[in-house]
């Protein structure tokens, strides 16, 4: 059984960084990739990033050059440092991984104020 938690959201000032990490657990992961999406009130799920088994990425338009991810495979972790934050970045963070199906975390909720 796979399970996802979350950790490391927060309350922040705009211009501020928050990171956010996610633990997998039931197997490694390794070869599977792993990202976020987020959810604002009001708006539909969007993806922020994701992270390939190989190491590729991909990320939203509004957060690059902002956000990071990475993985830590021994630790069957992945990570998203965001700076520069703003307060449209405000929502709940998911963490998901896909492997057969979709997992998702719970999520962490991050708030932006201005």
């Known amino acids: 059984q796979v399970q996802l938690v979350e950790s490391g959201g927060g309350l922040v000032q705009a211009g501020g960084s928050l990171r956010l990490s996610c633990a997998a657990s039931?197997?490694?992961?390794?070869?599977?990739?792993m990202g976020w999406y987020r959810q604002a009130p009001g708006k539909q799920r969007e993806l922020v990033a994701s992270i390939t088994g190989g190491g590729s990425t991909n990320y939203a338009n509004s957060v690059k050059g902002r956000f990071t991810i990475s993985r830590d495979n021994a630790k069957n972790a992945v990570n998203l440092q965001m700076n520069s934050l703003k307060p449209e970045d405000t929502a709940v963070y998911l963490c998901?991984?896909?492997?057969?199906?979709?997992?998702w975390g719970k999520g962490a909720l991050v708030t932006v104020s201005s």
């Open positions: 998901y991984l896909v492997r057969v199906m979709t997992y």
């Open positions: 039931g197997s490694a992961f390794s070869f599977n990739t």
